[in-house]
């Protein structure tokens, strides 16, 4: 029987490749036309010129096919676990909505009610900061009234970690049991949130490791001890694949000490648990998830215990990816990434309140307020959305699945660096780990500092006219969940916008750059609006007189009372009238013109600007240079 063109393998991959070629050429002839150039000489491939590189080095292609397609990872809780790590995972629920308390000065009573309130208003978990203002003693009073089979329960107790784990191991053993009783899974763990390895790195308070390890040989069962931060080097400028490298780094390096101190592999790999950085690249999130639970279960499969390889996760949406300017734009951030978490996969999701990057006693919003929207953040998409009934959706995507598995090479092969170089602790101490994180970051930096990383509200439609939050505060690492190392990707820019407060509160106006458009609204408008937008990314006013000539020139620099000035139209405008606006300038006694645009759309002059302002700058070097300048200038007129 001839067999039809279904079930041809060999025709069908021809349609296919023949399909693929079909869009290559069309998408050439697109690329060439907007070029101005043929499609011979275009300098690569359509795929290779419409491709993109992640700041972790992958390359992400325009298009995904069929010929892309991998085979079945599994079901959702079995090995390789890509599709989730727990097959009982109730679809009604979803993953934990895992809510943070402990880190204000709250007493016991007024935080276990608190606590209650959040139970009842649709949290599913619960993350205890003890410590600082929560005695290990004090958990018994906190956790009163809360099922603990039915409730997760993860501590963050820095260096009083063993003696909180003792104190929730006890209310554990009296704690009343739910009224309807509940086979427990992986959604009902309890950690006791050791991370000893991660924050060596970051500078938290921890525990001893060796004393970690000799309580979680003795632990009971359903209590997790070990909680693998990834936060830690996210939160410092690691990009996903270096931060799953080094979760899976030192998560192997405390299973050798696990396995050393008399556990089985199998039990072993069942006192680890991991914290994961979420950010708001809503399909880099989906994939790291998926990535780390295909890693750990190799992990697992290694040590002879594929079947112990589920990593149990809990997202922690990412405080580095939290402005200090226009926080109110954080809610669609953590919205994002707790979106992508969940999608990707995550047992428990942290939201942390859109102010979270703000120092407490700068925050303009309660505490209540910001809690419930962090809440209800994850509520909506759960309950109205229903993104959490269906157990990995993104599964069976060709794009996902290829980032999928080439995060997981990424990361496993600098992990693989990281184990030829003695291991985790080996290259911790050696700096190896800090000169990847740093690089890193420096990567990110640049990103951010070429505006090629939008940050909405920061570098990129910043409101300048903001009620200043107090100068000195950009770098700041004193709110709750920083760490010595935390690094925001919009730090940089907020730096430059505290200067500018501080000198709008000494001086009564901010550092400003006068606006010299030419020719009609409609020729210098869009010009007008990026470098006004750039300016005030770095806490810099434009003063815009409307269009102007070489004869009104003069009376509109005197009337802004600026050093600098941006000459702004089309090259065709700057052809006809550039020269003339420019003498006229200088004339005026300005010390720098610059031009809005590529410096090769000014006419061959003999004088020309003193630089330009155009896409794909160093914007921070560019708006520190004008800053200084024109607080020199203050300085100097001042004195």
Known sequence: MPQTPASNPDRSDRSLEEAYQAWSEAAAAVLAKSRRTTVEDLPASAEELLSTSTLDGLRVRPLYTRKDESSEPGLPGGFPFVRGADPDRDVTLGWRVTERFGDDATPAADLNRGILDALTNGASGLWLSVGSTVAPADLSDVLAGVYLDLIPVTLDAGADGIAAARALLAVHETALAAPQAATATAATLTSLGFSP??????????????????????????????????????????????????????????????????????????????????????????????????????????????????????????????????????????????????????????????????????????????????RNTQLLLLEESNIGRVLDPAGGSWFVESLTDDLASSAWATFGEIEAAGGYRAALGSGLIADKVAGALAARDDSVAHRKTAVTGVNEFPNLDEKPLGAGIADTTDVPLGAPKLARVARAYEELRDRSDAVLADTGRRPSVLLLPLGSVAEHNARTTFVANLLAAGGISAINPGPVTAETIAAAVADAATPIAVICGTKQRYADDGPAALAAARAAGLDTILLAGPDKEWPDAEDRPDGSLRVGIDAIATLRDLFEKLTHDVAGARS
């Open 197 to 374: 390895l991660t924050a060596a790195f970051s500078g938290r308070p921890t525990v001893d490791a060796a004393e970690a390890t000799a309580l979680a040989t003795s632990v009971p069962a359903g209590v997790r001890a070990f909680r693998v931060d990834g936060t830690d080097f996210a939160t410092a400028g690691a990009d996903n694949a270096l931060e799953l490298a080094l979760l899976i780094a030192a998560a192997v390096t405390h299973l050798r000490d696990l396995t050393e101190a008399g556990l089985s592999a199998a039990d072993a790999l069942r006192q680890i648990t991991f914290a994961v950085s979420a950010d708001d690249d809503q399909f880099a999130t989906i994939a790291k998830f998926r990535a780390l639970r295909k890693i750990w279960a190799r992990v697992a499969e290694v040590v002879g215990a594929p079947d112990s390889g589920a990593a149990l996760t809990h997202a922690v949406t990412d405080l580095s990816m939290q402005s200090q300017r226009d926080p109110w734009v954080n809610m669609l951030r953590t919205t994002v990434a707790a979106f992508g978490a969940g999608v990707g996969g995550a047992d428990q999701v942290t939201v942390l309140g859109f102010d979270a990057a703000i120092p407490s006693d700068r925050r303009t919003s309660s505490a209540a307020f910001s809690r419930r929207i962090a």
